[in-house]
């Protein structure tokens, strides 16, 4: 076995059948690669959905565990895997028909290759401010995980995802970071994967801000690479990038939908609602800074 695909998801029946698709139709021998679909604490019909239409194939896995987070659902496919590279995308995506073989060829033509990130698009006309999507056209140094590869044995030398982390967030840019200090990453363009915009509640998106808690411990664990890679500190992170750049970069993108004034009302809300929570938030990540300073310096 060459390659084995991990796809963590989460109550996502509809979306995910549309990259097990996408999966099942790649322009690779069907014998040199295997695909492990992690459910993670899912409640709704996907188990089932991926057993009818894909639990017979060869070399499919479709399996269920405690909900966890995404962390812990790819280091269990990880922890499975046959495959001499691994490869992970996320459940609301579609993968490119040479995704696979694009990967390959990389990993062929360089020995010295540990990692890749791929290309991402999405599609920018149906893009709101209440959509979810990820493009990554020239490369991140947080390295998505909705487009990635890395060689097996590099993924358990540094012992794969963190799942410690508070939320659903930053983990796959401290794997990112500490795989680049340890070989050779490239960004392939010929990897790519479709990230659709998918549409997301008003309530949900409100609550978005919390997820920031993470910046603490990704920058105790490793001070130096989060300088190098992302910030000073998560203080400037947070309220210099997010809460002044990001914010009136989103208000500018949000003030385009004037002719929709029912989209353009929810994204003012969403505005204010997240420069809000950011200030309402800010004695929580004194003590989140304290606790993880705290913790990672004993």
């Known amino acids: 076995m060459k390659i084995s695909v991990i796809v963590p998801t989460h109550n996502r029946e509809e979306l995910v059948l549309y990259l097990a698709k996408s999966l099942a139709e790649q322009n690779y021998p069907k014998e040199d690669y295997e695909v492990f679909i992690v459910c993670d604490g899912c409640i709704d019909n996907t188990v089932a959905l991926l057993d009818e239409n894909y639990g017979q194939l060869n070399n499919w896995t ?103 982390f508070p939320y659903a967030h930053n983990e796959d840019a401290d794997f990112a970071w500490r795989l680049k200090e340890k070989g050779k990453v490239i960004f392939l363009d010929s990897m790519k994967i479709y990230h659709p915009p998918r549409m997301e509640s008003l309530s949900k998106l409100k609550g978005r801000m919390k997820i920031l808690e993470s910046e603490f411990p990704l920058y105790y664990k490793n001070p130096f690479l989060y300088k190098k890679y992302r910030n000073t500190n998560p203080w400037r992170t947070i309220y210099i990038e997010v809460f002044l750049y990001h914010q009136l970069m989103f208000l500018k993108h949000v003030l385009g939908f004037f002719r929709r004034p029912k989209t353009l009302s929810k994204g003012l809300s969403l505005v204010v609602s997240w420069w809000v929570n950011l200030i309402v938030l800010f004695p929580s990540f004194l003590r989140m800074d304290q606790k993880y300073k705290k913790q990672f310096s004993s």
């Open 62 to 164: 479709i399996l269920s565990i405690n909900q966890s987070g995404p962390a812990k659902a790819r280091n269990t496919g990880a922890q499975l895997a046959n495959g001499k590279i691994l490869a992970f995308t996320d459940d609301d995506c579609i993968a490119d028909p040479n995704w696979l073989k694009a990967i390959s060829e990389a990993f062929d033509s360089d020995k010295n290759l540990i990692g890749i990130e791929g290309l991402t698009f999405t599609d920018n006309k149906n893009v709101t401010p209440l959509t979810h999507q990820i493009e990554n056209l020239n490369g991140n140094p947080a390295l998505p995980t909705c487009n990635a590869a890395y060689l097996k044995s590099t993924f358990e030398e540094l012992q794969g995802f963190d799942e410690s």
